[in-house]
């Protein structure tokens, strides 16, 4: 059996790979930054670079 340790995040518009083992878990869900576990409530990015998610 193969246990899946990274994945994308959750947010659909974030391009971010994160690890499980790091991840803000909401819900069953994997994120890479609060900001994208809570549905980017202030308009803000995760800030990794590269990446230009906000919703």
């Given at each position: 059996?193969?246990?899946?340790?990274?994945?994308?995040?959750?947010c659909?518009?974030?391009?971010?790979?994160?690890s499980?083992?790091?991840?803000?878990?909401?819900?069953?869900?994997?994120?890479?930054?609060?900001?994208?576990?809570?549905?980017?409530?202030?308009?803000?990015?995760?800030?990794?670079k590269?990446?230009?998610?906000?919703?």
């Amino acid at each position: 059996m193969t246990t899946v340790t990274d994945m994308k995040c959750a947010c659909e518009s974030c391009l971010c790979i994160v690890s499980t083992d790091s991840a803000v878990q909401k819900e069953g869900k994997y994120y890479c930054s609060q900001a994208c576990a809570d549905s980017h409530p202030d308009g803000q990015g995760c800030g990794h670079k590269g990446c230009e998610c906000h919703a």
